[in-house]
């Protein structure tokens, strides 16, 4: 059984950092392609960052140069470093595993982003 669990999310000022934990278990961690989404209020999912199996990794044009998604295949985690949050940023969080036709979600980590 595929199990995602992620952690790091709550309430951070704009200009502020949280770091997204996302731990596995269930897969063969090393061998699949990684992501995080984000859902605002109202709004669809987005994808947010992806990494792949070798560490090549992609972002939304929105978040570019302000996180940094990574991997620790021994850990079975993947993490979304966030810096310079901003307001706009505020939505759930979900860890994404895939591989081919296979997808797995977590069920969320809020993070809102306010002064």
């Known amino acids: 059984q595929v199990q995602l669990v992620e952690s790091g999310g709550g309430l951070v000022q704009p200009g502020g950092s949280l770091r997204l934990s996302c731990a596995a278990s269930g897969i063969i961690f090393s061998i699949n392609n990684l992501g995080w989404y984000r859902q605002a209020p109202g709004k669809q999912r987005e994808l947010v960052a992806t990494?792949?199996?070798?560490?090549?990794?992609n972002y939304a044009d929105s978040v570019k140069g302000r996180f940094t998604i990574s991997r620790d295949n021994a850990k079975e985690t993947v993490y979304l470093q966030m810096n310079s949050l901003k307001p706009e940023d505020t939505a759930v969080y979900y860890c994404n595993v895939f591989r081919g036709a296979l997808s797995y979600w977590g069920q969320g980590t809020r993070v809102t982003v306010s002064s």
């Open positions: 990494i792949t199996t070798i560490g090549i990794t």
